[in-house]
């Protein structure tokens, strides 16, 4: 084969695979309104499955004694006398239009005070995910490369500490060195990046433990294969071998849990907000799980379902986008 | 949607083999290294306070007494007292039954349902192990604290809650790793034996499929019992799960918030129970793993 030849082809796999890519992310763009809808259906049942009467709740909440009439009232004004299809499909196209209802405690409109507060909570989790990678890849890389040597003992303790550590413990902990011991970083609010540092740091020992014992071993992993050992033979020297053959394929997994641990960073923000006055969704979204505010819950809920299925959306393309292989296999399927 | 678990321990319900058995208790500690055996005195002082603290808490670990409050540790308060005046090692003690009980018996549903729906699905195999699987990949990709929120946000607030939240977030896992196991000893010939013998679907499952189960959902079993207890703990400093005046650590991190900046051992005492515990359990676990069954060598994280 020519030369020429050779680079068209070239190019014609690239383009290609380029049309592969966009179709991949466009089938799971579109899948994207189904599972959320699968989702509301799930949520919108098992909180009016749920064991307590949402009428009584609003009641409650709104201080009116429940007398039959009352409740009867309360029933009709929450459309809860209509059937449950019905009930859903009301609810479904108030929320097509972006109107989740309005809360049983506050009475103020849901969705606007949601995404007042979920800015704030995606900031702390974005700098816990950060953390969680910056400091575990080199931490990783560090234990595979001394494998069952010392700095694999330091982070393989590390990693022990980590996982059994309570989050929200460690947050007082931080903060009670950080702030009342040293004074270097404010112990309240959310002014600046340095009130960013404790609650990230908190939230992320958990998932960079995780991370950093997971990248070793897929370290070790890739590092058993043929083409690295053909690199070794080729004499590229340790650090070229490490980089270049070893690590980036030992990142793949690494990509994929990553869309697990935007779930658990989230999750440990709605936690150690309480502990350092972070103006996030987590008090907000606590206090109506508290109450049973059931618009709030249920419109927290797809919220989170709705940034946890796009995080993993932008994960798999990231994985398709760093393995051919799941390019191919996507070009092979039907 | 993506699966870590997918990736990681995908090779569990390929290999067919049963896991190479334990040669039993006596031999694990004398192979053990130093970590896991303390972890094992340190997982059997546990519960054994747990059972015991009915009756050898020193002070009654309710007991309010405004006269002596938040004392410093000494020789009849050996931590001190909190903010009411209870005496800290008391309720320490008693947080380490509600947290052990608590884990014990979300555990026991998890097992329960894990072992009943998994073998259901392994079992039976075809469209229903589809649809139930399709289901579990739901459970197994979802981040379980949000979905324990939102079930706490279903059901109730209370201990009770909690402990059905946790067990709905996590007994996909389990049903997956039984049905991988199910699924690889199905066709084999003894499980024919036992039908043509007269034993029924049920009875085979339990007399010749379930004892090759049990080494890894033991090990996956103690690897959880740990994150769990951080579950329960976390729901009950949100104010979610076990309310106060009940001693849990939890709630008494969560009741020694106003004088984390005044009295900070006051919080300090049950975080270090909880993370000694929840260290103790891990390490435990993963010697287990490491013992029974080195194909689960990757990480389990969810």
């Given amino acids: 084969m020519s030369a020429l030849a050779r680079r068209n082809q070239g190019v014609e796999s690239r383009r290609r695979t380029d049309w592969t890519m966009a179709r991949f992310i466009l089938r799971r763009l579109l899948l994207l309104p189904v599972m959320l809808l699968a989702a509301s259906v799930v949520i919108f049942l098992m909180l009016r499955l749920g064991p307590s009467d949402p009428a009584l709740d609003y009641l409650r909440l709104s201080r009116v004694p429940p007398t039959p009439q009352a409740l009867d009232e309360a029933r009709r004004a929450l459309g809860l006398d209509l059937p449950l299809i019905a009930q ?14 309005q809360s049983y405690v506050t009475s103020r409109p849901v969705l606007p005070d949601l995404l007042h507060y979920l800015p704030a909570t995606l900031q702390l989790a974005g700098a816990a995910l950060v953390i969680t990678l910056a400091v575990s890849v080199p931490l990783g890389v560090w234990a595979a490369r001394y494998r069952d040597g010392l700095p694999d003992q330091i982070v393989r303790l590390i990693a022990a500490i980590g996982v059994s550590m309570p989050n929200f413990w460690l947050g ?9 011991h040293l004074g270097w970083l404010p112990a309240m609010g959310r002014d600046g990046w340095s009130s960013l540092i404790m609650p990230a740091a908190a939230i992320s020992f958990m998932t960079l433990s995780i991370n950093a014992r997971l990248l070793r071993a897929s370290m070790l992993e890739a590092a058993g294969q043929r083409h690295v050992a053909w690199a070794r033979l080729r004499g590229l020297s340790p650090r070229t071998v490490e980089r270049s ?10 990509i994929t849990a990553t869309g697990m641990y935007v779930g658990e960073l989230i999750g440990g923000a709605l936690v150690i907000e309480s502990i350092f006055g972070w103006p996030g969704v987590g008090r907000y979204a606590v206090s109506a799980i508290f109450n049973r505010d059931y618009p709030v819950i249920q419109c927290f809920t797809l919220l989170m379902v709705a940034i946890f299925v796009i995080c993993n959306l932008i994960v798999d393309i990231i994985y398709a986008w760093a393995d051919p292989r799941v390019r191919l296999a996507a070009e092979s399927a039907p | 949607m993506t699966s870590l678990d997918g990736e990681l321990t995908g090779d569990l319900a390929g290999d067919g083999l049963p896991p ?7 031999s694990f500690w004398r192979e053990a290294r130093w970590p896991a055996r303390m972890a094992a005195v340190v997982a ?3 519960a054994l306070i747990a059972i015991l603290s009915p009756w050898v808490t020193p002070h009654d670990p309710n007991a309010v007494d405004l006269a002596i409050r938040l004392q410093p540790a000494d020789a009849v308060y050996w931590l001190g007292t909190d903010h ?8 320490l003690m008693a947080g380490a039954a509600v947290s052990l009980g608590s884990v014990a018996v979300a555990m026991a549903l998890i097992l329960t349902a894990g ?5 259901t699905a392994g079992f039976l195999g075809g469209r229903v192990d589809q649809a139930i699987m399709r289901v579990a990949d739901v459970f197994l990709t979802f981040p379980t604290i949000v979905m324990a929120l939102f079930m706490v946000g279903a059901l109730g607030v209370g201990l009770t809650n909690v402990i059905i939240a946790i067990a709905v977030t996590h007994w996909a896992w389990y049903a997956r790793m039984v049905r991988g196991i199910v699924l690889s000893l199905r066709r084999r010939d003894f499980i024919a034996a036992s039908r043509l013998a007269g034993a029924s679907p049920a009875q085979t499952f339990v007399r010749h499929l379930l004892p090759a189960t049990m080494a890894q959902l033991l090990v996956l079993a103690t690897l959880d019992i740990g994150h769990i207890m951080l579950h329960v703990s976390g729901l009950s400093f949100l104010g979610l799960g076990v309310t106060a005046p009940t001693a849990e650590w939890g709630v008494m991190i969560a009741d020694a918030r106003e004088y984390v900046w005044t009295e900070p051992l006051l919080m300090f005492w049950p975080g270090l129970a909880l993370f ?3 260290m103790a359990l891990n390490t435990l676990g993963d010697a287990l793993r490491d013992r029974l069954d080195p194909s689960l060598r990757a990480e389990h994280g969810h």
Wanted: glycine share 8%.
């Fill in chain 1, 88 to 101: 859903y499909a009301d609810w479904l196209w108030k929320a097509l239009r972006l109107d989740f209802g």
């Fill in chain 2, 84 to 91: 009411l005046g209870r005496d800290i090692l008391s309720r």
């Fill in chain 1, 172 to 180: 007082f902990l931080l903060a009670l060195l950080f702030s009342v």
């Fill in chain 2, 20 to 26: 190479p058995h334990a040669h039993g208790r006596a």
């Fill in chain 2, 115 to 119: 072992i009943i729906i998994g073998g």
């Fill in chain 1, 245 to 254: 053959h070893v690590l980036r394929n030992a990142l793949l997994p690494v």
């Fill in chain 2, 44 to 46: 059997c002082a546990l």
């Fill in chain 2, 276 to 278: 000694i515990s929840v």
